[in-house]
């Protein structure tokens, strides 16, 4: 299969030509994938699932901040002050129309998404919530999006309710449906998993899941980066996100809610910036978002979250998608063929729009033996169980590697991956 076809695409790093694909303009901007190792090989990156590498953009943004307009945000009547929260504010307004909000006051700064899964479940799980209630989950969740629910079914006494999957790894949609009662409350579940890059059809499950009177909450942070999307077309009533898999800075993230439910919710954690008048003996909140995010916040950071997502919709969303659908489709067929490999989730010929990543195992091998053997390549990639222990174990598999891919990754990378990768497991089967 050939994926060299030209991308059509304006570009950050480059002029534009029909010669060159979405890969070859961007990777530019991106100063760690210029590595070598110790002896002379070029550094391959392959895991974008896990964190994903920052253009020049963001670093100039963080390093232009730090800079020039350095002060704590909404207190001062200085300059520095001024700016700083103009930044600050503006970064919110950006993840707004980012991910189609009704506003800057549905956008609710976190440290990253866990965090903002925490916030719902501490918030508006402890508020809403009565022994036998129940919370719906997946087998495929990271365990951002298990353990939260665990800690407030030990508090509230809710129940939780895991689907599971189909042989080819997607969402089981008739166990789904049959899980859905009176009792259920709330369904908090991954866009694209991290594992078996299953797109689950959120859209689909949150129309199920309002007809039955429940709430719903999108895990986006492997979707965001991948393809367009807007809380408007999933139809969910939570949405989170974090900026590290965006191509922006670690320690921050977001929560997205329906500006009616973020009210009707008790603050998170208490301090300062989440008040507006402070007694001895109470206090009264401010509005919304600040009620949810107490002491100074990570200024820099959401200003180098907003860069990211600039640049991310400067190149195009849907143009990231084809380029790493056709990369991902180039992925499969090379792995596929490699004796005693399997890939674990549906093809992309059974799910066109799933995730561009591909996690496997090799019969008779331990998946960190080869990522260990492989970073001596110097090709980067992931091993363990990608904190997703319930899908391994359900499984039968202790890891599992896994190669994930960026619009920056090109057809070339992902040959030169599969190559290094049969001479490793020839090397292991001795």
Known sequence: MSILNAIPADTVAAPASSSLTLADRTRPDFPILEQTTADGRPLLYLDHAATSQKPRQVLEAISAYYANDNANVHRGAHQLSAR??????????????????GGPREIVFTRNASEAINLVARTWGDASLQPGDE????????????????????????????????????????EFRSLLGPRTRLVSL??????????????????????????????????????????TELDVDFLVGSSHKLCGPTGMGFLWGREALLESMPPFLGGGEMIDEVFLDHSTWAGLPHKFEAGTPAIGEAIGMAAAIDYLSALG????????????????????AIDGLTVLGPSPAQQPHRGALAAF???????????????????????????????????????????SLSFTTTPADIDRFAEELQGTIAMLRG
Do not use: K, Y
């Not at 700083?84 to 909000?101: L, Q, Y």
């Not at 091993?383 to 890891?399: E, I, K, N, Y």
């Open 84 to 101: 700083a929260t103009e930044g600050f504010e503006n970064a919110r307004s950006t993840v707004s129309r980012f991910i189609g909000a």
């Open 317 to 336: 969303l849907e143009r990231i998608h084809l380029w790493e659908q056709q990369l991902t489709a180039h992925l499969f067929e090379r792995l596929e």
């Open 361 to 403: 195992v090799v019969e008779g091998l331990h998946a960190n033996d080869i990522a260990e053997l492989l970073d001596v390549q110097g090709i980067c990639i992931r091993s363990g169980h990608h904190c997703t222990q319930p899908l391994h174990r359900l499984l039968g598999l202790p890891a599992s590697a896994r190669a």
């Open 190 to 231: 991954v866009h694209v998993s991290n594992t078996l890059g299953t797109c689950n059809p959120i859209s689909e499950i949150a129309d199920m899941a309002h007809r039955a009177g429940a709430l719903v909450l999108a895990d986006a942070c492997q979707s965001l980066p991948h393809q367009p999307v807007t809380v």
């Open 135 to 174: 919370v719906v989950v997946s087998v495929m969740e990271h365990h951002s999006n298990l353990v939260p629910w665990q800690l407030l079914a030990q508090r509230t006494g809710c129940v939780l309710r895991p689907v599971g999957i189909d042989a080819s790894g997607r969402l089981n949609l008739a």
